[in-house]
């Protein structure tokens, strides 16, 4: 099977939440036994999630953990990023995503997204693969396909509003639980989007990584 593309955006990875989510979806993974590529805005990203995952496998070294989750990935810049090589697409969430990939924050409804994740995006949802966004990436999902689309960003109404302001159709989502396009292939889940415990967001995305292997068999 081809590997699993994973979308990672370091702009947030100081405060840890981001780089925790992209930890819950690679481990999700590696249960799964899939196969892996890292996708990275480009060369600089790269370093910065590099350096990110050393001084992570230096703490779980520390602690007597085993720090495997990161190691011998393939990361690859998004210009590199060919949509066949993929078998599914996975983003992770964070307010990088948002900040460096869309113009959310300057042009409100009338944003738009990164022109090389917007045309990835889109020609895997073509080859019929399966797509799975986690928190605050469920944000693009209303600018990348011409179908009505059923997201969550958890159970915050406010956030609800916004993905309705969008062109999504809200569903308010537990953390641990996920919303399924079944015949788009598309799944998100609130991730640490939520105020519940991490041990219920890593639950959500756990389900979102085994529909989309499900997807893929």
């Known amino acids: 099977m081809q590997p699993v593309g994973v979308l990672l955006c370091s702009g947030d990875f100081s405060d840890g939440t981001e780089f925790h989510e992209a930890f819950l979806v690679l481990s999700a993974l590696k249960k799964q036994a899939a196969d892996v590529v890292l996708i990275v805005m480009d060369d600089s990203e790269s370093f910065v999630i590099k350096e990110k995952i050393n001084k992570w496998n230096v703490s779980c070294t520390a602690t007597k953990k085993k720090s495997s989750y990161f190691d011998d990935y393939e990361i690859i810049s998004l210009k590199e990023s060919v949509p066949h090589r993929f078998s599914a697409l996975i983003l992770t969430g964070g307010f990088g995503v948002i900040r460096r990939l869309t113009t959310l924050e300057n042009d409100g409804n009338d944003y738009t997204i990164d022109e090389q994740l917007f045309t990835l995006i889109q ?13 605050q990436s469920a944000i693009l999902a209303p600018k990348l396909f011409n179908s009505p689309i059923r997201m969550t960003l958890g159970t915050d109404t406010d956030r609800a509003e916004l993905l309705d302001v969008l062109g999504a159709e809200p569903v308010l989502c537990p953390a641990d639980d996920i919303v399924i396009n079944l015949e788009m292939r598309i799944v998100s889940t609130p991730g640490l989007l939520s105020e519940q415990s991490g041990t219920q967001g890593a639950l959500g995305i756990d389900k979102l990584v085994r529909c989309v292997m499900e997807w893929n068999k």
């Open 123 to 135: 020609e895997i949802h073509k080859q019929c693969k399966p797509i799975g966004f986690v928190s």
